[in-house]
């Protein structure tokens, strides 16, 4: 097992207006479960194929381990990768597939047999060895592609969007049964995805991919609760974080009490040391709730209703910004009225004009 | 009785219908070659009566009414003499003298087209005065073989006839596949061929058989000694076989009707001992040669049966289903202008050539009506022969030509502006007019110190050189498209794999080409096959037909020796091989690949 270190990794592909990765510095620890999420285009595909040895890097280096593996081939690295479209060799069996990599490799015949079968067995795969991929169900495909990877027992595994093909229901199944594996192999893990979810769910630690730049590292609960940006913020999270635009106006000389946000029609006291002028309010749809009309820090228009059983969504235009609540149980609010809007002021996130986080 | 049931019994009384009526045309096969056989025998007995009759007077154009008399009844008596017979003199019967006369109208029908006639269950042919003189009688002879109801029933047509309505009430019922009744239709009709066919040969036995004993006959009645019989004063006798009967000197044999190879052509031959160390052969083109379009007939209606059940089956569930009805519908319509033009140009072409074939149409076809002589004739033709072993040894190139392909697209296959000028430069000679690249090719290839078309050894070879060049960019046109048709994903995981370049080729590329591989292998070899402009341009077969090809060949016959029944036959042949070739490739190469 083998740490996996990135260091300022650029990649620019050819006639691309803007590099698909910009000097992204990162460490994946020994041992590590590390989500790269990010939305499509974002670069973490890319950082994880420049990790494979898939992309030649710009600039920047890969370590894995102490190994700077920049300029080796895919070969050389000691990594698996699980592709997204699963890439199971079609003409061949899913023996032959779990067993192409160490054909590759020259294992004897009577090890390649012996570790085919532990892993299959492992992965529920026995009965299906002598299948083609073509007679596998999604869930089973995905499983084979996992024995391929897994039969090698390398340094790293890549993962890049495995589960996006597939079903709700298996992926909630699949996903457990990776973050079992992955307890048991105690092997470094990357995983690539989209879905804020999957990367709440399993990650260790979460990276935030957005424009080729590395935004945030930490876990689930840093990343979602001191989310470093307006995009972090609005990205991790379902429905994501309000973030309304405002400017920032000191009441009167003295302690940070006086100092509010007016942010469309809402006008909110903050803690803050001095600051003037444009900035970003942010507060979590289940920190914003419903009062009076008048009694909270300003009133909204209500747009939609969605009563989902165990919480209701209700989304507001707060003096033309939307503003979205997340209000436990089945709330009794009626689309097009007036109604006064509430914030855990304890939970609030400021943002500067740039969109960083203001401590 | 509900409806299912009802439209069972419909099925199975409509193929019993079916059954019949193959059985008929089976029966009127048979009859019609029984009557023509009778015909023959008529003919022949005329033309012995003639042989051996002396005129009434030495300038009378009639024979002598007495020894007609004794020669008529003699027939009868000859031994091994099958066919009831009879002959008029005038009206008036000789060798019964209580059969009713014939009548008036008959004979002067007779005396009019002097064709042959049917007349009461028996063959009427004219019988002519000493040295084909006028009509002064008539012969009449009854064909032998089954008739009446025995007819019907002894053969194998109606045991399988049982059989196919048995399997048409087992499908009909839902107790057995449809291709079992289609297969017992199919056997009907084979049997019911074999039925005709039979009784063909048996017409052909029997004018020999007869023709035998009259020639035997004839020698003892003519004056002069048996051993130096004049073949032309027995000729007539032979003649009455119809067209292509003739009579030959022959050593002895055994003296039973056989078929022979002569000339290339089968021949039904008996042979007759006239007298000591005297011997004569029969020969006649064998009637079972002309029944080729019974076979077609009986095949024709016996899957009547069959495609009626299907369609009747099929239109029962389209109007369970209206819309899938409407859809078929409309699908053959849309299908329909395609579905012409293959019929017109590629279907109606083949059954034209397959005719002329079989008709051996031109100079020097099979002879003697429709068969398969045509194709033993060209099947037997040396030269037809080395054209096939010259195009074997042609079609050797295609492998080479897609091993240089397939090299040239893995290096092509990546998009800048100078790999797509190279894919350009490849693929003009196959973009380039074939004859003026012949002609560019000729000229190049007799400049240099050796005349690489002057010799037999090379001319091939140059040939094949130059379809490798122009065939090269054209399958690496294709090989690009598979090439890049191959999801990027499984060559990143070999090399995530492990798997070197080489290894990436062998084992995953390769093998996911295959498909691509086997469609450029077929049309290549396919392509081969019928290779004809660079020969017809650039050697013209030679030197001493050194690159004569099927193609050429086929041309070579049919245009330049105006043999176009045997050019037809050559392509069809040519056509069957193709399929079996191409079929062996399939069966070799396609296991499918699914993309998962």
């Known amino acids: 097992m083998a740490s996996v270190t990135l260091r300022g990794l650029t990649a620019t592909f050819e006639g691309a207006a803007r590099p698909a990765l910009r000097d992204v510095s990162l460490e994946v620890r020994d041992g590590e479960f590390l989500v790269l999420l990010g939305p499509s285009g974002c670069g973490k595909t890319t950082a994880l194929r420049c990790i494979a040895g898939l992309e030649d890097p710009t600039a920047g280096d890969v370590l894995i381990g102490d190994r700077v593996v920049t300029q080796l081939p895919p070969a050389e690295r000691d990594v698996a990768m699980v592709f997204q479209t699963y890439a199971l060799y079609p003409h061949l069996t899913v023996r032959e597939n779990v067993a192409f990599a160490l054909e590759m490799r020259r294992v004897p015949t009577a090890e390649i047999e012996r570790r085919v079968a532990d892993v299959a067995a492992r992965l529920g795969l026995t009965d299906l060895l002598d299948r083609q991929p073509a007679q596998l169900s999604g869930g089973q495909r995905q499983r084979a592609a996992l024995a391929r990877a897994i039969v090698r027992a390398p340094q790293v595994f890549l993962f890049d969007e495995p589960l996006s093909n597939l079903e709700p229901n298996l992926r909630t199944e699949l996903r457990a049964e990776l973050l079992a594996l992955h307890r048991t192999l105690r092997a470094t893990m990357l995983y690539v995805t989209h879905d804020q979810v999957e990367a709440m769910t399993m990650g260790q630690r979460i990276a935030v991919l957005h424009e080729g730049r590395l935004r945030q590292v930490g876990t689930p609960a840093e990343v979602y609760e001191r989310p470093a940006d307006i995009f972090v913020a609005r990205f991790v999270g379902n429905p994501g974080m309000n973030v309304l635009a405002g400017r920032a106006r000191t009441l009167g000389k003295g302690s940070g009490e006086e100092l509010v946000v007016e942010a469309g029609s809402l006008v909110v006291p903050v803690t803050l040391a001095e600051y003037e002028g444009q900035m970003y309010l942010g507060a979590r749809p289940e920190h914003v709730g419903l009062s009076g009309v008048d009694q909270g820090v300003g009133n909204g228009d209500v747009l939609r209703v969605e009563p989902l059983g165990s919480e209701t969504i209700v989304h507001l235009n707060a003096g033309g910004q939307p503003l979205v609540a997340r209000l436990p149980g089945l709330v009794n609010v009626q689309v097009g009225t007036r109604v006064g809007v509430k914030v855990d002021r304890q939970r609030l996130h400021l943002f500067d004009a740039a969109g960083e986080r203001i401590p | ?479 690009l498209a598979g090439l890049q048709g191959i999801p990027p994903a499984y060559l990143e995981a070999a090399r995530v794999d492990g798997a070197n370049g080489w290894q990436r080729f062998w084992r995953v590329t390769f093998p996911l080409l295959r498909p691509v591989t086997l469609f450029v292998l077929a049309t290549g070899v396919i392509g081969a096959f019928q290779v004809f402009t660079y020969v017809y341009v650039i050697t013209g077969g030679g030197p001493l037909r050194g690159t004569d090809v099927v193609a050429h060949r086929l041309y070579q016959m049919a245009w330049e020796s105006l043999q176009f029944g045997r050019g037809s036959a050559l392509s069809l042949l040519l056509f069957l091989v193709l399929c079996g070739v191409t079929w062996g490739q399939f069966k070799l190469l396609s296991r499918r690949i699914e993309h998962a």
Do not use: C, K
């Open chain 2, 1 to 479: 009785m509900n409806g299912a049931r009802a439209r069972a019994l419909t099925a199975t009384v409509a193929a019993t219908g079916v059954a019949v009526a193959v059985l008929a045309v089976a029966r009127w096969g048979e009859e019609r070659f029984a009557r023509a056989g009778a015909v023959t025998i008529a003919r022949s007995t005329a033309a012995y009566l003639a042989v051996v009759t002396p005129r009434a007077r030495a300038d009378s154009g009639d024979f002598n009414l007495s020894q007609l008399l004794v020669q008529a009844r003699a027939l009868t008596t000859l031994p091994g003499w099958t066919s009831p017979v009879e002959v008029y003199h005038e009206t008036g019967p000789l060798v019964d003298a209580t059969a009713p006369p014939l009548p008036a109208a008959e004979l002067a029908q007779l005396r009019r087209d002097e064709g042959a006639r049917w007349q009461d269950g028996a063959a009427l042919v004219p019988l002519r005065g000493p040295g084909e003189g006028d009509v002064v009688g008539a012969v009449a002879v009854r064909p032998g073989g089954r008739g009446g109801l025995g007819g019907w029933l002894f053969g194998w047509a109606f045991p399988a006839a049982l059989l196919s309505v048995a399997a048409a009430a087992r499908w009909a019922f839902g107790r057995g596949p449809r291709r079992t009744y289609a297969a017992a239709a199919l056997l009907l009709a084979v049997a019911a061929y074999a039925d005709v066919r039979g009784a063909a040969r048996g017409s052909t036995d029997r004018w020999l058989a007869a023709t035998r004993l009259l020639l035997r006959e004839a020698a003892t009645r003519l004056p002069g000694s048996r051993a130096r019989v004049a073949l032309s004063d027995l000729a007539p006798v032979a003649r009455g076989g119809g067209e292509g009967a003739e009579l030959v000197e022959a050593r002895s044999a055994p003296e039973r009707p056989r078929r022979l190879r002569v000339a290339g052509a089968t021949r039904a031959v008996v042979v007759a001992r006239l007298g000591t160390g005297r011997w004569v052969q029969v020969r006649t083109s064998p009637a079972e040669a002309r029944t080729g379009v019974w076979l077609v007939a009986l095949l024709g209606v016996a899957l009547v049966g069959p495609l009626t059940l299907a369609g009747l089956q099929w239109v029962e569930h389209g109007a369970a289903r209206p819309r899938a009805l409407r859809e078929a519908v409309t699908a053959w319509a849309f299908l329909a202008p395609a579905a012409l033009h293959l019929a017109l140009f590629s279907v109606g072409p083949l059954l034209v050539s397959l005719y002329l074939a079989v008709h051996g149409w031109g100079e020097g076809g099979g002879g003697g009506g429709p068969g398969l002589a045509t194709f033993w004739a060209v099947l037997r033709d040396p030269l037809v022969w080395g054209s096939l072993r010259n195009t074997v040894l042609y079609t050797l190139y295609v492998p080479v030509s897609m091993a240089l392909a397939l090299g040239v697209a893995l290096v092509l296959n990546r998009s800048t502006r100078a790999v797509r000028l190279l894919r350009a430069a490849f693929l003009l000679p196959y973009l380039s007019s074939v004859v003026a690249v012949a002609l560019v090719w000729q000229s190049m290839m007799s400049l240099g110190p050796y005349d690489w078309l002057g010799s037999p050894r090379t001319a091939l070879l140059a040939l094949m050189v130059l379809s490798i060049w122009a065939q090269v960019g054209y399958q690496m046109m294709v090989f």
